[in-house]
């Protein structure tokens, strides 16, 4: 069975970036799926962040282009989430997941790591 | 983006009532509309993929419809563990996006 767990630090300062890590086991990410990256707000709104594929290649949210940065380790079975220049409005909880190629649905979720931005 | 339409925002519900809760997109995703289930403090948990396919494990009591823009996840005898947030996502276009969720509570 596929299981992700997200780690990374549970307090980030504003202007400073929230790097989170998420650790695959019970399959390979260059197998298959597009792994995937999102969070959930307080108040319950969700948002799709991005992913790596298989592949290598990356997809992201265009509303955070330009600060967002998924990599990956496939040597460890690993993927990575770095957003800059963070926010207050950047609290959330953060999740990985392995979304379908073809039906673009999450099959398999981490267990969330909250995140907070503040001074 | 595509917006996803959830109604309504809260539900009370009775044990054993079936039940029916709506999504709408803002332009059709054809069937790549999925149904997901996320319980206080867990993580969610895909109930429905496709629109209408059921997924291993989750119990029968849970079914989905629709195609294009109006889809519907039908609860056909609520349980008090089916109490949570209901999201649907559509998968047809980049970016991936979440409908706000139905919240089911105890009437």
């Known amino acids: 069975e596929i299981q992700l767990q997200e780690s990374g630090p549970g307090l980030v300062k504003p202007s400073q970036s929230l790097s989170l890590t998420c650790s695959v086991t019970?399959?390979?990410?260059?197998?298959?799926?597009?792994w995937s990256w999102i969070r959930k707000f307080p108040g319950n709104k969700m948002e799709w962040m991005g992913y790596?594929?298989?592949?290598?290649?990356?997809n992201y949210n265009p509303s955070l282009k330009s600060r967002i940065s998924i990599t990956r380790d496939t040597s460890k079975n690993q993927f990575f989430l770095q957003l800059n220049s963070v926010t207050t409005e950047d609290t959330a909880t953060y999740y990985c997941?392995?979304?379908?190629?073809?039906?673009?649905?999450?099959?398999?979720w981490g267990q969330g790591v909250m995140v907070t931005v503040s001074s | 983006d595509v917006v996803l339409t959830q109604s309504p925002a809260t539900l009370s519900v009775t044990p054993g009532e079936r039940i029916s809760l709506s999504c709408r997109a803002s332009e059709s995703v054809d069937t790549y509309l999925h149904w997901y289930q996320q319980k206080p403090n867990e993580s969610p948990r895909l109930l429905i993929k496709?629109?209408?396919q059921s997924i291993s494990g989750i119990p029968s009591r849970f079914s989905g419809s629709g195609s294009g823009t109006d889809f519907t996840l039908s609860i056909n005898g609520v349980e008090l563990e089916d109490l949570s947030i209901y999201y649907c996502?559509?998968?047809?276009?980049?970016?991936?996006?979440f409908g706000a969720g139905t919240k089911l509570e105890l009437k």
């Open positions: 996502q559509q998968g047809n276009s980049l970016p991936d996006t």
């Open positions: 496709y629109a209408s």
């Open positions: 790596i594929s298989y592949s290598g290649s990356t």
């Open positions: 019970g399959y390979t990410i260059t197998s298959g799926y597009d």
């Open positions: 997941a392995s979304r379908g190629y073809y039906s673009g649905s999450f099959d398999y």
